[in-house]
């Protein structure tokens, strides 16, 4: 089955960038997206389509994918940004959706 | 407001089955195909199962399939997972979510708040 590679964690202080990386095989025909969920809640989706915003979601949010690697980027980092972040695709191969491990991202 | 509210979940014996439900409301709910997502405790998101919009189309994870059944009811609005066979490690809390199509591609766009299923003797 088809696997997606997060780091497990990120640091960052506030005020910096954190930038999370979400790999695989031949990724590059993959389409990301990425889902933000805090302690004891349900996710959230926080960028689709690789790099597109929901409604609602701040512009320090943003997403690339490019060669073997999606990244999700959060800019001008806050401390309510500390969640965990997964990265989500669907292999066409298995018919199967596909999380990744996820990232937690701590605000120093 | 897009509402999705799980139920049926709670305490089940190894080997037992259970039903989820997901009530749907605030969007026209046979337009979307729906999925099931589950998070054990202390772990990360799984995907456990898919349904298209008039149930043409259904795909499991492969550690489901066999022991779980997804359905739909779409004049109920509603949407269930047939669990079967349980066992210890499907112990988790089950997402319903609703599947939006892009000019793209498809994506998660709302998550219910979850239902704990726990499977222990």
């Known amino acids: 089955s088809y696997v997606l590679t997060q780091p497990p964690s990120v640091s960052v202080a506030p005020g910096q960038t954190a930038r999370i990386s979400c790999g695989g095989n031949?990724?590059?025909?993959?389409?990301v997206h990425w889902h933000q969920q805090k302690p004891g809640q349900a996710p959230v989706l926080v960028v689709y389509?690789?790099?597109g915003r929901p409604s609602g979601i701040p512009e320090r949010f943003s997403g690339s994918n490019s060669g073997n690697t999606a990244t999700l980027t959060i800019s001008r980092v806050e401390a309510g940004d500390e969640a965990d972040y997964y990265c989500?695709?669907?292999?066409?191969?298995?018919?199967?959706?596909?999380f990744g491990g996820g990232t937690k991202v701590t605000v120093l | 407001e897009v509402q999705l509210v799980e139920s049926g979940g709670g305490l089940v014996r190894p080997g037992g089955s259970l039903r989820l439900s997901c009530s749907a409301s605030?969007?026209?709910?046979?337009?979307?195909?729906m999925n099931w997502v589950r998070q054990a405790p202390g772990k990360g998101l799984e995907w456990v199962a898919s349904i298209s919009t008039r149930s043409t189309y259904i795909y499991y994870a492969d550690s489901m399939k066999g022991r779980f059944i997804i359905s739909r009811d779409n004049s109920m609005k509603s949407l269930f997972l047939q669990m079967n066979s349980l066992r210890v490690e499907d112990t988790a809390i089950y997402y319903c979510v609703r599947e939006f199509i892009s000019t793209r591609s498809y994506y998660f766009d709302y998550w219910g708040q979850g239902i704990l299923v726990t499977v222990s003797s």
């Open positions: 989500l695709v669907w292999d066409t191969d298995s018919d199967h959706w596909v």
């Open positions: 605030g969007f026209i709910f046979s337009n979307y195909s």
């Open positions: 389509d690789d790099s």
């Open positions: 031949n990724f590059g025909s993959k389409i």
